[in-house]
């Protein structure tokens, strides 16, 4: 910590964890989901919001690879995100 806090230290940092180990990455009103987590990891979970709306984000390491909105199989790994109110859950299953 101590002085490097202060200073864009800690931006890029915060950057380090949600961007490129996590994965979250906000284009416009998309979200992309393509984490890099550690080996020691079986996943994570994370709570996400777009306006007044909040999505949950589920990452775990299984054989085959997916994305899910609310219990939908998606073509790619990016969540359209839309404000409205309500609480979605995603599910993305990455290689082990």
């Known amino acids: 910590g101590g002085w490097t806090w202060y200073t864009g230290s800690a931006g890029w940092f915060y950057r380090v964890g949600i961007v490129d180990i996590l994965g979250l990455k906000k ?3 998309s979200l992309k989901i ?9 996943g994570f979970k994370a709570k996400y919001y ?6 949950t984000i589920h990452v775990e390491k299984q054989d085959k690879k997916y994305t899910k909105l609310d219990d939908k199989e998606l073509i790619s790994s990016t969540i359209h995100l ?3 109110k309500k609480k979605h859950d995603v599910f993305v299953a990455i290689n082990k």
């Open 34 to 42: 393509n984490p890099k987590i550690p080996i020691a990891w079986d």
């Open 82 to 84: 839309v404000d409205d």
């Open 27 to 29: 284009q416009g009103n």
């Open 50 to 55: 777009y306006g007044e709306t909040e999505y």
